[in-house]
């Protein structure tokens, strides 16, 4: 099957596209990125029209797997004319592209559609965004969902993990500051449903290979608050759980923003992917641990 995936060079992409070209035609599209990933990728940047159609005439992809996006929240406020360009526009141009060639459109959306006022939504909840970011998602959402082509949309939740040297996860940064012997103030008022790459990388999976569409909430089976991520990752990796304090999401300036709970309800995940085996992030992170001494120990 010809896969491609936007985002190639970001921390879902590079993990997507290590994943499936292991049984796949894979190619990867990038645009800023220091070093290319292990797979087959080309630069394109998606808001140039011309260049997006050269590149798709020539893969004729069967699955586009879009997860480029303008993605922090903060930088979206300050550049709406780019998040437009980024998040909206190019998505639009994907989908026409989708339907031109038969071919299937996964879009990775977001959990910040939601404002946070709640946790535990569903897929039938009503998006009421208040970031730019989540109000870019929730238009881009809509020409996906619109569209002839087979498409599902997939809100991912917080994806944790580590990085394959690409893009960078909420938990790679608290790594990297535990690891240096750092304070770090985690937020003990924002609910997440955190959900692992892995996870991530098998749902996408699955939806690339059967018949999945539609709206679809991905993310882990527990709420978790951003300062209990933190305090698993040391549990795992054995790092000093002192160097980690509480604190507010609301005493960030620019808090209007930002959302205190979008975690989600996963039942729908779990009934159309059944082959789905999610496991709680301590065990995720311990096998991480693991993972990573027995690589330092045959380095």
Known sequence: ?????????????????????????????????????SFRCVTTDLTDERAVAETLRNFAPQVIVHAAAMSRVIECEDRPDDATAINVTATARLVRWAERLHAKLIF????????????????????????RYGRTKIEAERY?????????????????????????????????KLRRGESVVLFEDQFRSPIHIRSMTDVVEAACVHDL???????????????DTGYALARAYALNPDLISPGSYLSHPRANVMTAD?????????????????RPLDDEFAADACHAESRHALD
Do not use: C
């Open 1 to 37: 099957m010809r896969i491609l995936i936007t985002g190639a060079s970001g921390f879902i992409g590079s993990h997507l596209g290590k994943r499936l070209a292991e049984r796949h035609d894979v190619l990867g599209i990038v645009f800023h990125a220091a070093r290319t990933p």
């Open 262 to 278: 979008t975690s989600y309800d996963v039942s729908r995940l779990l009934q159309v992917v059944p082959a789905l085996r999610l």
């Open 108 to 131: 990775i959306s977001s959990d910040q559609v939601f404002s946070g006022w709640k946790g535990g939504r569903r897929e039938s909840d009503v998006p009421d965004p208040v970031s």
């Open 144 to 176: 996906v969902l619109a569209s002839s082509a087979r498409s599902l949309v997939v809100r991912s939740n917080s994806v944790v993990g580590p990085s394959l040297g690409w893009g960078e996860s909420f938990t790679d940064m608290v790594m990297a």
């Open 213 to 227: 569409s539609g709206l679809l909430h991905v993310g882990g089976l527990a709420r978790l608050s951003r300062l």
